[in-house]
């Protein structure tokens, strides 16, 4: 396994950048707005790809990242980690009574399977579950 | 930059290896008793050590870490990215006004420098820095 990316959740992608990107120096490869989930997002990869920051920050005052902001306040939101088939993982985690929130996969437009974790199962951490699409 | 660690705080670690271990299936290289910080920590490497999982759990009642648990409840607690110079990006960062929380490194017993930044500057998240040995 490995980590894929760590999700933030702030106000505004921009004030966050300040510091990720231009204080700390970490790249910033490019945002991206997803009316779906009514979100902006800023993608700073590590070195090598190995692992990247997100940071998540809603665009419309009732999405769930809003409501999750309103709630808990800006900072650490879930972490991801890629596994080599997605579906077989989550068999074997229902089959050991772990909570899911996503009893199957579900698929990005790029083609990356998807599926969290419930924090009930993992001490608290919404956990993600990526596989990348073979050409990746 | 490199993704070093990502830190859980759990109310016990041996019930939270039941998730990241047993039922998910990353490898436990070790756990260790920090008696300093009155913790236990395990840690669960990635591939090729691209990052790891520390499940971190209060041994008394009273440590920094048990307050945070009484008053959070588990979950991410902080990330650690690697940085080369830890000195130099401190006093980058303080340039910039960012606000730390260690104005300079620390040393861990195995010469790793380190240094945290407050969650006030950088969109909520507790964020610790990284020089390791160069031995390393």
Redesign the interface.
């Known amino acids: 396994?490995?980590?894929n990316h760590?999700a933030?959740?702030?106000?505004d992608v921009n004030?966050?950048l300040t510091?990720?990107r231009?204080?700390?120096?970490?790249p910033l490869q490019h945002t991206e707005r997803n009316d779906g989930e009514a979100v902006e997002i800023a993608f700073l990869p590590?070195?090598g790809h190995?692992?990247e920051i997100e940071?998540i920050a809603p665009i419309t005052p009732d999405s769930g990242v809003a409501k999750y902001l309103a709630k808990k306040?800006?900072?650490?939101h879930h972490?991801c980690?890629e596994v080599p088939d997605v579906a077989a993982?989550l068999e074997?985690?229902k089959s050991?009574g772990?909570e899911l929130i996503n009893d199957s996969a579900k698929t990005r437009p790029d083609g990356t399977l998807y599926a969290f974790v419930h924090?009930k199962?993992?001490?608290?951490?919404l956990?993600e579950l990526y596989q990348l699409p073979k050409s990746g």
Chains 1, 2 share one sequence.
């Open positions: 396994m490995k980590i760590i933030i959740v702030v106000e004030a966050a510091f990720w231009d204080a700390l120096g970490l590590m070195e190995q692992g940071l306040g800006a900072g650490l972490i980690l993982k074997e985690l050991k772990i924090p199962s993992t001490g608290g951490v956990l």
